[in-house]
């Protein structure tokens, strides 16, 4: 018998989801770590837990999280819920009755490594700073030393990952920035054949980052911005500490330093007051960086929040206007993987047959070819909206 947990909303989530279950160790219980981003994920939250308890009634449902941190009595009234563990507490192996702190969540190809955990930043339409605290991050040492256990274990690729990655190093003797990290972690760990950034604000582009977007080969050409809109406007009433004009210079400057570079994109439809013409300059933002990889919410009040006391739109025109954009998302990712046909790409295999090129292509072998773990040259022969479909050289 071992633990269970799932987890909902980021890729941090996902690593401490599994950080939680490898604490827990034998005992049956379910850990659900929870999201506040959207109304919607805290509701699928409480489904699990309700169907939880109705396909395995008495097992003990452990709920964590930064909805839970934020609300701990109302998820602690839910059904089998035994136990509310605050977020700064939920990998801290006392709380699970002793033992060694969980080592970094692994696959057999990549890894997301948690370097930074918090937000200092206060945008109108995000809860997250009341479930995860300020900004802290993890020495660059021990970033280092998680980072070579992992490919020790056989990984090939490391995701760094946060709550707020651009702002690394601030509360760290020092202040070293995320470019500095990472060129230390990619000296210190020559093995590691590919580093990848996970969502990053665009104003976190450091110079040593930037040297690394130049030279070195190791660091994935593709970036995942928190771009969130492509209007002043609604930029500023969002609080965000970036305008329109710095994506597009961000992406310029991306591109004439390493003209692979592939990007993707968190963003935000509906949000309060925004016009047809805001959403038009979103649209015309997506194109003109061909941002390929979207995530795209639909604007979710957050109780607290200074955007849930704006002028809303009604739901049917949030969510009507989230499809344009991911549609417009479609697009771009089809144009990225057409232009794509005939080359030889450098694959890292997954499971399945199926892996990722470095600009973070999704591809399917057809035909014999390596087993997963293995890093391949391999010919793009054929493109659909899932992705690159490729044949080994």
């Known amino acids: 018998m071992t633990a269970e947990a799932i987890s909902f909303g980021c890729r941090l989530n996902a690593t401490e989801a599994e950080g939680m279950r490898a604490l827990a160790g034998t005992r049956d219980v379910l850990v659900v770590n929870t999201c506040a981003v959207t109304a919607e994920a805290e509701a699928q939250a409480r489904q699990a837990i309700r169907r939880a308890v109705r396909e395995k009634p008495g097992r003990p449902i452990l709920v964590t999280g930064c909805a839970a941190e934020i609300a701990p009595a109302a998820w602690a009234s839910l059904p089998g819920v035994a136990r509310v563990i605050p977020n700064a507490a939920k990998l801290d192996p006392a709380s699970w009755g002793g033992g060694a702190a969980p080592a970094p969540a692994a696959a057999r190809t990549r890894a997301f490594l948690a370097v930074q955990n918090g937000c200092d930043h206060r945008c109108t339409f995000c809860v997250i700073p009341q479930g995860r605290g300020p900004s802290r991050s993890v020495p660059m040492g021990l970033v280092a030393e ?66 690394l977007v130049a030279e070195e080969p190791r660091l994935m050409p593709h ?20 305008l329109r004009a710095d994506v ?12 692979e570079m592939a990007f993707g994109a968190d963003l935000i439809a509906g949000f309060p007051t925004e016009t047809e013409d805001h959403l038009a300059q979103l649209l015309d933002l997506v194109e003109a960086c061909d941002l390929s990889f979207l995530h795209v919410f639909p604007y979710s009040e957050r109780p607290g929040t200074a955007a849930a006391r704006m002028p809303a739109l009604p739901v049917a025109v949030r969510r009507e206007r989230a499809a344009r954009l991911r549609e417009a998302g479609r697009r771009a990712a089809r144009r990225l993987y057409d232009g794509r046909l005939g080359r030889v790409e450098s694959v890292l295999v997954e499971r399945g047959g199926r892996g990722h090129t470095e600009q973070f292509v999704p591809v399917r072998l057809r035909g014999p070819g390596p087993g997963a773990g293995e890093l391949a040259g391999m ?15």
């Not at 509360?171 to 920035?177: E, F, H, I, N, S």
Request: hydrophobic fraction near 45%.
């Open 146 to 211: 998680r980072a070579r256990a992992l490919v020790e274990a056989g990984c090939r690729e490391v995701v760094l990952t946060g709550v707020d990655i651009a702002s690394y190093g601030a509360d760290l003797p020092g202040a070293p920035r995320l470019g500095q990290m990472a060129r230390r972690l990619l000296a210190a760990v020559p093995g590691l054949a590919r580093l990848r950034l996970s969502s990053l604000d665009p104003v976190g582009m450091d110079e040593d980052l930037w040297r």
């Open 223 to 242: 970036l995942h911005l928190s771009v969130q809109h492509g209007a002043d406007l609604v930029l500023k009433r969002m609080r965000r500490r970036h």
């Open 248 to 259: 597009l210079a961000l992406c310029r400057r991306a591109r004439a330093l390493r003209p």
């Open 379 to 393: 010919r793009a022969v054929g493109a659909d909206d899932d992705g690159l479909i490729v044949e080994r050289v």
